[in-house]
């Protein structure tokens, strides 16, 4: 295990001085605090003798129903039986790698893939194959191919990992016509689907994306959050698993935790009951809309040529490429000098690719402050740009070794 590139720049990037446009934070302050603060507290005062006890290892059977309701929205019916309640959906990718994973197996994922799932994966001691993407997310010839070249040099392929929806790192989403695509060429190669989506009510046009799982029952294992839709704080998610597969979840989550927590399950569970959910999902879609627009407009107007970036419908990220010569986690140092985060792209690929990416993240800091960000982080680019004009190589490059920061950054 290594610490990721994310969680080492949270020191830095959170000082006050500093723009941070490298994690994934969700803006929670934009919640009715005191409401669940209240409700947080009528959940101890008149029920505090279940809430404050263990529960069983599924999870608590009235949440359970409430988050099929929720899965409702993406037109997946499924049956609260079927759910695994976790800590969080980083649990449900840690326990599904730990049913699945012996060391040496492939897990398929898109390249660039989630820097949480592919340190759950590197812990496992998983071979992760990257298949590509663009910007109507997964290649589904790259898929089939990759799959086939695997299978015929003797590789076990375990299962595929997509995030289909508002894609994080690169804010893509999988369109309809590949969506069918990908489940067809999984469900003739006989490749489990873990489908991990924690940003498809998070869109910021028209209704969501119907879910891969809503097309395939059988072959797909989904893994759903409250984490972005209400806060990550109550570290509440879950997995929607096949029978077989729900069966070893929920004995692998007992071995783990013996049950999650009672308290912020019945919490979850009172917000959906008794507040305007929806109503708030559509209050942060409309946020971190703004947010997205100050982002995109501002690389517009300020970013150097021969930069380029996707343009997420949704969901928390903008994957960004620079022109050729640069090295992202080079320039970083620069960056941070200049008060300005972002994550270097290198730390979403399991293979060491990524180095002339960066994702920028626009769901925490106001607009004002994305556009400052921006400004400070064209400023870089520039300058590295007229190093590389001149030398040959991007200054921070060039004094690799000297000013590349150690593993903690701080
Ligand atoms: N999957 C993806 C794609 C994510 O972006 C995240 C959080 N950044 C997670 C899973 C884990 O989220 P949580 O454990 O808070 O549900």
Redesign the pocket.
């Known amino acids: 295990m290594v610490a990721s590139e994310v969680r080492a720049l949270f020191a830095v990037a959170s000082r006050p001085e500093v723009v941070s446009l490298a994690g ?1 934070m969700p803006y929670v302050t934009a919640l009715p605090l005191d409401m669940v603060g209240e409700l947080v507290a009528d959940l101890v005062s008149k029920r505090g003798a279940v809430a404050l006890q263990y529960g069983g290892g599924q999870g608590d059977p009235d949440l359970r129903e409430q988050i099929c309701e929720v899965m409702r929205l993406e037109g997946i019916e499924a049956r609260p039986d079927d759910v695994v309640v ?8 840690d326990l599904i790698t730990r049913i699945f994973i012996d060391p040496g197996d492939v897990v398929l994922a898109e390249g660039p893939s ?1 820097v ?2 592919l340190s759950t994966f590197s812990a496992y001691q998983a071979n992760v194959v990257h298949v590509a993407m663009d910007d109507q997310g997964l290649v589904p010839e790259s898929l089939a191919q990759t799959i086939y070249a695997l299978r015929t040099a003797g590789n076990r392929i375990k299962f595929l990992y997509t ?1 289909p929806t508002y ?2 790192p690169a804010g893509v989403t999988l369109n309809e016509v590949r969506r069918r695509q990908v489940l067809e060429i999984c469900r003739r190669a006989g490749v489990l689907v873990v489908e ?4 498809g009510l998070l869109g910021f046009d028209g209704e969501p994306m119907r879910a891969m799982r809503a097309d395939d029952a059988d072959g797909v294992v989904y ?6 839709t209400l806060a ?1 704080g109550f ?3 879950w997995a929607l698993a096949p029978h077989a597969i729900r069966e070893k979840l929920v004995l692998a989550m007992e071995s783990a935790v013996l049950s999650h927590s009672t308290f912020t399950q019945l919490a979850v569970g009172q917000y959906l009951a008794t507040q305007p959910w929806r109503e708030q999902i559509k209050t942060f879609r409309e946020l971190y809309r703004e947010r997205r627009d100050a982002l995109l407009g501002s690389l517009e107007v300020l970013m150097p040529p021969g930069c380029s970036w996707t343009r997420p419908n949704g969901g ?1 990220f903008v994957w960004m490429t620079l022109p050729e010569g640069l090295d992202s986690k080079a320039i970083l140092p620069r960056a941070i000098a200049e008060r300005v985060a972002f994550v270097p792209g290198t730390g979403f690929y399991a293979d060491g690719g990524g180095a002339r990416h960066m994702r920028l993240s626009y769901c925490y800091p106001q607009p004002d402050r994305i556009r400052e960000g921006v400004r400070r982080l064209a400023g870089v680019i520039e300058q590295e740009l007229r190093m590389r004009d001149t030398f040959g190589t991007g200054a921070a490059t060039s004094h690799k070794g000297v000013d590349t920061p150690g593993p903690d950054l701080a």
């Open positions: 994934g976790t800590v969080g959906s980083q649990q449900a990718l989630y949480g799932a995030i894609q994080n991990d989506n924690p940003y893994l759903g959050s409250f984490s972005k990550p570290r509440v998610g928390f």
